[in-house]
T-cell receptor, first 111, second 117 residues
Framework: GNSVTQMEGPVTLSEEAFLTINCTYT??????LFWYVQYPGEGLQLLLK?????DKGSNKGFEATYRKETTSFHLEKGSVQVSDSAVYFC??????????FGKGTRLHILP | NAGVMQNPRHLVRRRGQEARLRCSPM?????VYWYRQLPEEGLKFMVY????????ESGMPKERFSAEFPKEGPSILRIQQVVRGDSAAYFC???????????????FGPGTRLTVL
């Protein structure tokens, strides 16, 4: 079945550091790929998405590129801020509309 | 346009009681999805509903759990005879009618955190 694997946390960085959170997927067909963010005590917010190979999703300084050859969708940000501290979920979705989530990566940014 | 609404935000039940979780989708959305997030885990799909229809319930436990999305009113996730293992955050998402040849973006509510004592 389909699955999403992302790097385990917690990840702790200093402010202005470069961020990478790895994500790989297995799927039949060509799923849409997402990164969601969950701030403490809140629900999930869609951070960015890509719906086909080589698409790059971007939002709030975060980027991720849909790589079919490596089945990856790694999240990157060039300079993180304290306000980026949250849990980040990589996810995939086929045409059946069921979102498959990774386990989440907790990110701590130190001032 | 208000987002997806869920209530209550926090629910405490004793073992054996019933839990009812409500979800009001965004205006114009006809599809509702329920997901469960166990502590330190990602979200797991439970059920997908349209008005008066269950489309996919492959993620629902076979016993004690049921879901509905009536013609009028919110979607309800019902858990009968709750046990400690039901303690989790339950998230609802909604999406608009399917667009052909396109993925169907889901918008998430804030979740209901169920604690079973």
């Amino acid at each position: 079945g389909n699955s999403v694997t992302q790097m385990e946390g917690p990840v702790t960085l200093s402010e202005e550091a470069f961020l990478t959170i790895n994500c790989t997927y297995t799927a039949t067909g060509y799923p849409s790929l997402f990164w969601y963010v969950q701030y403490p005590g809140e629900g999930l917010q869609l951070l960015l998405k890509a719906t086909k190979a080589d698409d790059k999703g971007s939002n709030k300084g975060f980027e991720a590129t849909y790589r079919k050859e490596t089945t990856s969708f790694h999240l990157e940000k060039g300079s993180v801020q304290v306000s980026d501290s949250a849990v980040y979920f990589c996810a995939s979705m086929n045409r059946d509309d069921k979102i498959i989530f990774g386990k989440g990566t907790r990110l701590h940014i130190l001032p | 346009n208000a987002g997806v609404m869920q209530n209550p935000r926090h629910l405490v039940r004793r073992r054996g009681q019933e839990a009812r979780l409500r979800c009001s989708p965004m205006k114009g959305h006809s599809h509702v999805y329920w997901y469960r997030q166990l502590p330190e885990e990602g979200l797991k799909f439970m059920v997908y509903l349209q008005k008066e229809n269950i489309i996919d319930e492959s993620g629902m436990p076979k016993e004690r759990f049921s879901a509905e999305f009536p013609k009028e009113g919110p979607s309800i996730l019902r858990i009968q005879q709750v046990v400690r293992g039901d303690s989790a955050a339950y998230f609802c998402a909604s999406s608009p009618p399917l667009a052909p040849l396109s993925y169907n973006e889901q918008f998430f509510g804030p979740g209901t955190r169920l604690t079973v004592l």
